[in-house]
């Protein structure tokens, strides 16, 4: 099993994952390439992470995740944010089209915009971001340079549940990265997405298994 702790540094993954009763039913809210996407499609596919992905939704036309869902047999749902009136009105549509979709798990992967009360409530304490730091350091945008600006010795990433703070929540598990003397902030963020790729499946399942143990 998962181990319990709430927040893990660099853990190692399971060897047993967590089985439910059924398939967890993971809804993937990207705004860019979609590299975490794949990843948790992978761990699926692998047999490590009990669940399926009934959809993607996405708010940028260009955005590469489009590509990569179709790569995976995944459906995906342009929800362009520039088309709604207010926050809240593109997260009802976004909470409509992850029920249309039976939906259980929200999953942010990269999703770029701050989302409401509309959203967090209708999927209570069952919505996951990856952050690029070691939250509470470096929250919001441009962890990586900030990391770098303040000249920290380890920067890596966490697994949070989502709350209307940003960036903000219980942690769920982290994984650091050590900054080298060299770093860019692309060196940097190729590194720690890396780290990403490796716990946000396994965050996932800790995650719904502290919460149906509840």
Known sequence: ML??????I?????TVWPRFEQPLRLGVMASGNGSNLEAI??????????????????NNPGAGVVERAARLGLPAVLLNHRHYPSREAL???????????NVDWVIMAGW?????AVLIDAFANQVLNIHPSLLPSFPGLRAVEQALA????????TVHQVELA??????????????EPTDT????????????HRIYPAAIALAAASHLSA
């Open 3 to 8: 181990e319990t702790a709430s927040a893990l």
């Open 185 to 196: 902030p692309a060196t940097l963020q190729a590194r720690i997405q890396v780290q990403e």
């Open 10 to 14: 660099s853990p190692s993954l399971p």
């Open 91 to 101: 997260d009802h549509d976004i909470v409509q089209t992850l029920l249309a979709h």
């Open 41 to 58: 499609a992978h761990s699926i596919e692998r047999g490590e992470l009990h669940a399926q992905i009934g959809v993607v939704v996405y």
């Open 112 to 116: 770029m915009r701050c989302v409401t």
């Open 166 to 179: 940003v960036d903000s929540g219980p942690v769920i598990m982290q994984a650091a990265v050590p900054v």
């Open 150 to 157: 303040a000249a920290v010795k380890v920067a890596g990433c």
